[in-house]
């Protein structure tokens, strides 16, 4: 199984970005899809959740401004990332969470200029 991340890149201060990470293979049990970030030298902090009945949780540094949203059948999860400020720039992994393992992608990076 492999989760391929994309749509990060370099955007201005109050602009938007959406990501997109889509798993391959067979994934069971699935119960959770999130999104974690790490910057340059800082600990990965966990961004927002999906979890197996649709609802969904942010980190307070994005409520308001991102919204996740995910596939369980297709395995796909999203980021729509909006009024991006210079603090967002990070490597974006996404994650997704089974009774028996965690998934993680590669990362994919999001560049906020002032």
């Known amino acids: 199984v492999q989760l391929q991340a994309s749509g990060g890149g370099l955007v201005q201060a109050g602009g938007s970005l959406r990501l997109s990470c889509a798993a391959s293979?067979?994934?069971?049990?699935?119960?959770?899809m999130r999104w974690y970030r790490q910057a340059p030298g800082e600990e990965r902090e966990w961004v927002s959740s999906?979890?197996?009945?649709?609802?969904?949780n942010y980190a307070d540094s994005v409520k308001g401004r991102f919204t996740i949203s995910g596939d369980r059948a297709k395995k796909t999860v999203y980021l729509q990332m909006n009024s991006l400020e210079p603090r967002d720039t990070a490597v974006y992994y996404c994650?997704?969470?089974?009774?028996?393992?965690?998934?993680w992608g590669q990362g994919t990076l999001v560049t906020v200029s002032s």
């Open positions: 994650n997704i969470y089974t009774v028996y393992r965690d998934y």
């Open positions: 293979g067979s994934i069971i049990g699935i119960k959770a």
């Open positions: 999906i979890i197996a009945n649709g609802s969904d």
